[in-house]
């Protein structure tokens, strides 16, 4: 597993392996992980012949014990050569299921092994349940009162005392510095996480109990480089489902700013977008992550520092698009541009997990300016 890890890394990791010049140490690495999988392979097999040897052996052993002893019977005339001859029948039969019990053995170790890793996966409780009822799409008021959230129980809370509404409808922007947890309380608003105290509402509802399809269909979620999968623009957008219609594509794509750049393609919305998406620049990446978020009309749209990897244009391009999703959409954007934050209904500036600045955008954006965020917080 560990050498598989590492091959999945290398491939992933490829250009950066290629720039930085790692090929050979991680080659290195690679070899010791293969060499291990192919001692462990030959050690695990040496038992197994071990055992099969000793099955053989065991057959030949009781075939020359009843012949030895059925021959000095017959010498003695207290058996027939007959007798003998069905003795080393009887015995083969008697053995045979035995050394088949054996050879066998490694496929029913394997086997126990793998009921045990199944049962495990099996009792691994369901994150969501599934609702039983369609419920309606809600407005897309999004509320945090988060008493404490820590990924590790034993570790200091990542998130204290969050207590903050958005929406529904406009742009809101979360500012703070590096490890100040703006993508885990994006995380949170996604419901990938729940807090261990407090709640993340979605229209006052507790965001826990909705199903992950419904999570996915109501809060659209776009990663920072816009990750797309092998297929057509067409497949991604519609999230590679059969049931999304063609005209609902189309939509999510104007909204996003998609449409355009698309249909100028020779071959529409059936162009391959390559692996990961890099057919595409990253700023027609994210607008296509965007359309695939939006589809099915999402009243919450949360985004993790799209502008991270955009130009001046790409920037001013995607600030245009979210103030129009903005309209009647909550977009929630971990940001620090200051072109999205010119643009935003309302600033919420965390600093260590807290909440220290927040409002409307021309309250917070005075004190952000000139200042880093540490000041604002102090
Ligand atoms: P930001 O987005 O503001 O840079 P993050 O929310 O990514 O901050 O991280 C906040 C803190 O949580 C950091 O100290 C980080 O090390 C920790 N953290 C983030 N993700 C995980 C994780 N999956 N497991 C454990 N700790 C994590």
Redesign the pocket.
């Known amino acids: 597993m560990r050498r598989d890890r590492l091959l999945n890394e290398i491939v992933l990791g490829r250009a950066v392996m290629k720039s930085t010049a790692m090929a050979n140490p991680l080659q290195t690495m690679w070899e010791q992980g293969q060499a291990a999988s192919v001692r462990s392979s030959i050690s695990r097999g040496r038992l197994a012949d071990g055992s099969m040897n000793a099955a053989a052996s065991l057959g030949v052993i009781a075939t020359i014990a009843l012949t030895s002893v059925g021959a000095v019977a017959i010498l003695d005339l207290k058996m027939t050569v007959g007798t003998l001859v069905a003795a080393n029948l009887l015995s083969g039969r008697l053995i045979a299921p035995l050394s088949q019990l054996i050879s066998s053995w490694r496929a029913l170790a394997g086997l126990r092994d793998s009921a045990k890793r199944l049962s495990a996966i099996l009792a691994e409780a369901d994150d969501r349940r599934a609702h039983a009822i369609d419920l309606p799409t809600p407005q897309g008021r999004v509320q945090f009162e988060v008493t404490s959230f820590a ?2 129980p034993a570790a200091a809370p ?1 998130l204290k005392s969050i207590s903050v509404r958005f929406g529904p409808g406009g742009l809101h922007a979360i500012v ?10 994006l995380k949170l608003a996604h419901g990938l996480y729940a807090p261990a105290q407090g709640w993340v509402l979605l229209d006052d509802a507790d965001l826990a109990q909705f199903s992950r399809d419904q999570v996915a269909a109501w809060i659209g979620y776009v990663p920072q480089d816009g990750f797309l999968f092998s297929g057509t623009v067409r497949e991604n957008i519609a999230r590679f489902s059969d049931s999304v219609a063609d005209a609902e594509i189309v939509a999510a794509s104007q909204k996003a700013g998609v449409h355009g750049f698309v249909s100028d393609l020779p071959d529409g919305y059936e162009t391959q977008v390559g692996e990961g998406g890099g057919r595409f620049s990253t700023g027609q990446r994210q607008r296509i992550a965007i359309a695939r978020a939006l589809v099915g009309n999402s009243p919450v749209l949360l985004l993790d520092e799209p502008t991270s990897n955009l130009d001046r244009e790409a920037e001013e391009e995607l600030r245009k698009h979210l103030c129009e999703i903005a309209r009647n959409c909550t977009v929630i954007v ?1 940001t620090h541009s200051p072109a999205l934050l010119q643009a935003s209904d309302s600033i919420t500036v ?1 600093v260590q ?1 807290a909440i220290v600045l927040a409002g409307r955008a021309e309250q917070v954006l005075p004190r952000l300016m000139g200042s880093n965020v540490r000041q604002v917080g102090t």
């Open positions: 990924y590790d990542v703070g510095p590096n490890g100040s947890g703006k993508t885990t309380l971990v965390l997990g």
